[in-house]
């Protein structure tokens, strides 16, 4: 079994403040990660994803995200938010033979 | 380049009546397909997805449906919608095998019903 929980559904940081969304995934399998992002009525985009290897992964806009597998996590960070940031983001996980399973997202605002 | 539309954008339809969106890819071959639902606050629900021409796999039962009558065309179905249809409704392809991985999405249809 697969599953995938985003803490905190809301998250406000202020521009150029550091950003951290939070994942946290149970896998029976060693997993796949991945966080997108999704404008408003717009679709998903995928940011960046974890498959195997190095456990920092750097996507676009300047986005990166960390496989710890000791806390089952994959946080993601951005050093300085910019107020084309505000956005909605999806992380997923995908563990063997499943489908890919969403976290209900965390709507990120960024205060000039 | 690889693109992904998708059609309505926006519909607004009574209970009880039918249901057809389309999605169509383009620059890419025996994509995945997949049809998801996003309801406010619950993420994404997969409610369908495809491996090829006429292979439909269904997550949730429900009174919706999916075709694939092209490689590149997928189609969401309801002969009669339920005020529980309503929703984001979003196209999505990956092409990553295994992984079953969705990797490019449509810019959704919001469906309203009335």
């Known amino acids: 079994a697969q599953s995938v929980t985003q803490l905190g559904s809301h998250v406000s940081v202020s521009e150029g403040a550091l950003v951290l969304l939070r994942c946290n995934y149970s896998?029976?399998?060693?997993?796949?990660l991945f966080w997108y992002v999704q404008y408003p009525n717009q679709g998903l985009q995928l940011l960046l994803k974890?498959?195997?290897?190095?456990?920092l992964v750097k996507g676009i806009n300047g986005f990166e995200a960390e496989f710890k597998k000791s806390e089952t996590s994959f946080h993601l960070t951005k050093p300085s938010a910019h107020m084309s940031d505000a956005a909605e983001y999806f992380c997923?996980?995908?563990?063997?033979?499943?489908?890919?399973?969403f976290g209900t997202g965390t709507k990120l605002q960024v205060i000039p | 380049s690889q693109t992904i539309h998708q059609w309505p954008a926006t519909l607004v339809q009574p209970v009880g009546s039918p249901l057809s969106l389309e999605c169509t890819v383009e620059?890419?071959?025996?994509?995945?397909l997949y049809w998801y639902r996003q309801a406010a606050g619950r993420g994404l629900q997969l409610l369908f997805y495809?491996?090829?021409?006429?292979?439909i796999s269904s997550e949730v039962p429900q009174n919706l449906s999916a075709s694939r009558p092209q490689d590149r065309q997928f189609i969401l179905s309801s002969k009669k919608l339920l005020l529980s249809d309503s929703g984001f409704y979003l196209c999505?392809?990956?092409?990553?095998?295994?992984?079953?991985?969705?990797?490019?999405f449509g810019d959704g249809t919001r469906l309203s019903i009335l």
């Open positions: 999505a392809w990956g092409t990553e095998g295994f992984s079953n991985q969705p990797q490019h």
């Open positions: 896998s029976s399998v060693p997993p796949y």
């Open positions: 974890y498959t195997t290897g190095a456990t």
């Open positions: 997923a996980v995908w563990g063997g033979y499943q489908k890919v399973t």
């Open positions: 620059g890419t071959s025996n994509p995945n």
């Open positions: 495809s491996v090829g021409i006429g292979q």
